[in-house]
């Protein structure tokens, strides 16, 4: 946010208020007066309690102040207002940072959805800038991925983030599908126990991912074809 608005936080002394005792007392003026006056009102909404609370405070700010002979406002206007910057043009996005983990198929997962990082960070955790409209990764510091925000299930991959060998894979892999189309996958066992099967837990996340949330799961119901044949074996003897 600091860096958004270009400004520098510069922290107060500890303990009883040293540097900024006018603000303090403002802010007691604000919250007393303002307080006071909604204590025995009801609201239904944060939506409306903010909008009387606008209210209040646009009446305080234009209130005349004895001593000084003016309003809150007008001595805004006089010595704040003309030493303001511009606001950027565009609004401040809220971002959240955390930790990430770049899995074995050089993706990291944020709220469901896998975002690509080079190949070489591998293993690595990461920090993952993520804002309403973009997911930016850092590797110490430094930015080494950013993609469009997606919040639907899914893999959003750079090819410039893939090795040669897996680039090249891939192209194969696109090229043998567009000739045969769809696959099928038959198992006689759940989804859940492929787990076992596959043995590494990260390499089946990212396997049993992409194959469950990306086809169509079809159950069939009734007895299997071995066990049919077996009966049918049975009783020609």
């Given at each position: 946010m600091l860096e958004h608005y270009n400004v520098a936080v510069i922290p107060t002394r500890p303990r009883k208020p040293k540097d900024k005792a006018k603000a303090e007392v403002g802010v007691q003026v604000v919250e007393r007066w303002i307080m006071a006056r909604i204590r025995h009102e009801t609201f239904y909404s944060l939506a409306s309690l903010n909008q009387r609370i606008r209210e209040l405070l646009e009446r305080l700010n234009n209130k005349v102040m004895q001593k000084l002979g003016c309003s809150r406002a007008d001595l805004f206007a006089q010595l704040d207002k003309p030493e303001l910057k511009s606001l950027p043009e565009a609004s401040y996005s809220y971002t959240l940072v955390k930790k990430v983990r770049v899995h074995a198929d050089y993706h990291v997962e944020i709220d469901k959805h896998y975002y690509s990082v080079p190949c070489s960070l591998l293993g690595l955790q990461l920090e993952a800038w993520i804002s309403?409209?973009?997911v930016r990764l850092f590797?110490?510091?430094?930015e080494v991925a950013a993609h469009p925000r997606n919040r639907n299930y899914g893999y959003s991959t750079?090819?410039?983030?893939?090795?040669s060998e897996q680039r090249s894979d891939l192209l194969e892999i696109v090229d043998l599908m567009y000739q045969r189309g769809s696959i099928i996958v038959v198992s006689q066992l759940p989804v859940d126990s492929w787990y076992k099967m596959i043995g590494d837990s990260t390499h089946?996340?990212?396997?049993?991912?992409?194959?469950v949330h990306g086809s169509v799961k079809i159950e069939l119901k009734g007895e299997s074809m071995r066990k049919m044949q077996t009966t049918l074996t049975e009783g020609d003897q």
């Open positions: 309403g409209e973009l590797n110490q510091g430094q750079r090819e410039e983030h893939m090795s089946a996340d990212a396997i049993l991912d992409r194959l």
